[in-house]
């Protein structure tokens, strides 16, 4: 089809080599294609050469956050403090969920700190491509440095509220840090393996599809009640529901709950007293699963579409 | 957005009803490439005459193709651009899934329509047309920043963009905006920290460095812009009404630079509406209309034709 076109256009380039369709004309001279998705591999590579990109577009989006409110960067430390009040007073005095749980503000903090991890980061990934379009449709990129970066910049402030929460929690149990504290940048980071992977699959499915943004806290909130953030899934499924063991192993089984029972195995001593600090089996192997299953497929997917991100 | 829109009412017209069918029939000119929207032969329409490669412009050096447009087509998809028969209620917008009539508001702009040409070392080429004949949209198709509908664009190395929406981050300094748009290109920090000096000396921005993007008039974000991208050596560089907002001085500065990159065997591309600047720079000049090639060759030619027509 773009035969007659093709000499046309060399005609007017020059009239050079007569009748040569410009593909071949491409690749006589070793031309390739302007936009090409390099493969797997290389495009881990080129990701890894943007790190400081990455980092330094991270860091530049939580220093402007706070830019115009007074009180600055302290927003860090207040957003989360304040948080955890809420919940406090929402969950643990009103409703009264702490009747069957022990220390249970360090029960709730814990659970909430760690799911609003995943689900900020899962928020913020959904929009990473469809905000940065002009920076997209501007410069040259590996796409999937947005989404890292915006869970990069997720993950800088989770080191600010895990400080808030470590106080909170030892003020509550008054148990002080011990060797099983070390499991605890393990755990975060397998979080936050499973967080890039799940950052990076919304980002391509929010690229193309508008409603996802309106839809997600649908979604998180539903996640946020299956992941027993603020009550014993055990509990309230089998003993007080009555509902088969399985249910609640299945739920137990969901990436947050799995990150949650873990963190607060090592946190908070009396949490599960067949196990001591030790999570069971079934959490720590859940736990590693999603992590890896989420990294690998995250970025597979994301790269699948590469070269369309543009498009809008 | 504006620009889009101002395409998008454009485009509309003549947009046939079966997407499917935009590809194998844009417009009238169908089996006639490159032609207007014009019939044929009248208005004064000027063909473009084949050169003869003596007649090529004189300071291009021997022909390596450095970017060569293969029957490009871009079709853009647009949001939220509901016309006046669909008003955005919750009413129409439940008929309008129920009739199955696809995505919401969403419109697509067919914004080029089978341009082709090819592109040699140390070429400079500007390219004119009126607002939403699909200049940016082809610069941006060449950069590999938009993907192609229909047909290829085929470079050498890696085509940088430079334009007025290569905004970085509005509430960020400028000092900032310089390192991440560095890091956005792909230096390292030790490129960095050596080009940052260069960088601001070459904006003219002095002490604004220090203050928020966002404070900056927008001649001072274009010369800052511009400052930043053309930091690194490219082999092609896309520079879209980057210039506009310069004042005189760094018109000039820009343009010695432009032709530092010709020299170093590099092609650019340059969108102006100021096309005093175009005549000054290139050695060539395309011209769009709505989104297919009206006439390409010599500067004056096309100029004369374009300030005719």
Same mark, same amino acid.
């Given at each position: 089809m773009s035969q007659p076109e093709s000499a046309v256009a060399d005609a007017q380039a020059g009239g050079r080599s007569g009748q040569e369709p410009l593909a071949k004309l491409a690749k006589r001279y070793g031309l390739r294609r302007a936009i090409a998705r390099p493969r797997f591999p290389v495009y881990l590579r080129q990701l890894w050469e943007r790190r400081h990109f990455i &980092?330094?577009?991270?860091?530049?989006?939580?220093?402007?956050?706070?830019?115009?409110?007074?009180? *600055?960067? &302290?927003?860090?430390? =207040?957003?989360? =403090?304040?948080?955890?009040?809420?919940?406090?007073?929402?969950?643990?005095?009103?409703? *009264?969920?702490?009747?069957?749980?022990?220390?249970?503000?360090?029960?709730?903090l814990t659970g909430m700190f760690i799911f609003t991890y995943t689900q900020r980061t899962v928020t913020a990934g959904a929009k990473s491509i469809s905000s940065n379009l002009s920076l997209i449709r501007a410069l040259h990129f590996p796409r999937a440095s947005l989404p890292l970066a915006y869970t990069i910049q997720e993950l800088q402030q989770l080191a600010i509220s895990m400080g808030v929460l470590f106080v909170l929690v030892i003020a509550d149990t008054r148990e002080w840090p011990n060797w099983y504290w070390l499991?605890?940048?393990?755990?975060?980071? &397998?979080?936050?393996?499973?967080?890039?992977?799940?950052?990076?699959?919304?980002?391509? &499915?929010?690229?193309?599809?508008? @409603? =996802?943004?309106?839809?997600?806290?649908?979604?998180?909130?539903?996640?946020?009640?299956?992941? *027993?953030?603020?009550?014993?899934?055990? @509990?309230?499924?089998? @003993?007080?529901?009555?509902?088969?063991?399985?249910?609640?192993?299945?739920?137990?089984?969901?990436?947050?709950?799995?990150?949650?029972e873990w963190m607060r195995e090592i946190l908070i001593s009396t949490h599960n007293k067949q196990f001591g600090h030790h999570p069971p089996p079934m959490v720590w192997m859940s736990c590693v699963f999603w992590a890896v299953f989420a990294l690998c497929f995250g970025f597979w997917y994301f790269w699948r579409s590469e070269e369309r991100y543009g498009r809008g | 957005m504006a620009e889009l829109t101002k395409e998008l009412s454009q485009v509309k017209g003549d947009k046939p009803a079966v997407p499917g069918e935009d590809v194998a029939a844009p417009g009238k000119g169908n089996g006639t490439p490159n032609t207007g929207k014009s019939a044929p032969g009248t208005d004064g329409q000027v063909r473009p005459q084949p050169e003869t490669p003596g007649k090529r412009p004189l300071d291009v050096p021997t022909g390596t193709p450095t970017v060569i447009v293969d029957d490009l087509h871009i079709v853009y998809r647009v949001y939220g651009a509901a016309s006046e028969s669909e008003k955005g209620n919750a009413v129409n917008a439940l008929t309008r899934i129920l009739k199955r009539q696809g995505r919401p508001q969403m419109k697509e702009v067919h914004a080029v329509k089978g341009v082709t040409f090819v592109a040699y070392h140390g070429d400079a080429i500007g390219i004119v047309g009126r607002n939403g004949s699909g200049k940016s949209t082809l610069l941006r198709a060449i950069a590999g920043l938009l993907p192609p509908h229909e047909g290829a664009v085929y470079t050498d190395g890696q085509p940088s963009l430079l334009g007025v929406n290569a905004a970085l981050m509005r509430e960020l300094?400028?000092?900032?905006?310089?390192?991440?748009?560095?890091?956005?290109?792909?230096?390292?920090?030790?490129?960095?920290?050596?080009?940052?000096?260069?960088?601001?000396?070459?904006?003219?921005?002095?002490?604004?460095?220090?203050?928020?993007?966002?404070?900056?008039?927008? *001649?001072?974000?274009?010369?800052?812009?511009?400052?930043?991208?053309?930091?690194?050596?490219?082999?092609?560089?896309?520079?879209?009404?980057?210039?506009?907002?310069?004042?005189?001085?760094?018109?000039?500065?820009?343009?010695?630079?432009?032709r530092q990159i010709r020299e170093s065997a590099g092609t650019v591309f340059l969108v102006a509406h100021d096309l005093r600047v175009i005549e000054e720079t290139c050695n060539?000049?395309?011209?769009?209309h709505k989104g297919k090639i009206k006439m390409d060759g010599d500067p004056k030619e096309v100029l004369a034709a374009y300030n005719k027509g």
């Open positions: &980092l330094t577009y991270a860091t530049s989006r939580n220093v402007s956050k706070y830019n115009r409110s007074a009180l *600055g960067q &302290l927003w860090q430390v =207040l957003t989360p =403090l304040l948080n955890a009040a809420i919940y406090f007073l929402m969950f643990g005095l009103i409703l *009264g969920g702490h009747k069957n749980i022990e220390h249970y503000p360090a029960f709730l499991m605890i940048p393990v755990v975060l980071l &397998l979080q936050t393996m499973f967080n890039i992977g799940a950052g990076l699959v919304v980002a391509r &499915l929010g690229a193309t599809m508008r @409603d =996802l943004n309106q839809l997600l806290p649908f979604i998180t909130r539903t996640w946020l009640y299956a992941s *027993g953030v603020f009550f014993s899934i055990q @509990d309230k499924v089998v @003993d007080s529901a009555g509902l088969p063991q399985w249910v609640a192993n299945v739920m137990y089984l969901n990436p947050a709950a799995s990150y949650i | 300094t400028g000092e900032r905006n310089i390192v991440l748009g560095c890091y956005a290109m792909g230096m390292t920090p030790a490129e960095v920290r050596e080009k940052y000096q260069d960088i601001v000396d070459f904006s003219g921005i002095d002490e604004f460095v220090q203050l928020p993007m966002s404070t900056y008039s927008s *001649g001072m974000g274009a010369r800052l812009r511009f400052a930043i991208s053309s930091a690194k050596t490219h082999d092609v560089l896309l520079i879209d009404e980057a210039l506009a907002t310069g004042d005189r001085e760094f018109r000039k500065k820009s343009q010695e630079r432009i060539r000049v395309i011209w769009l």
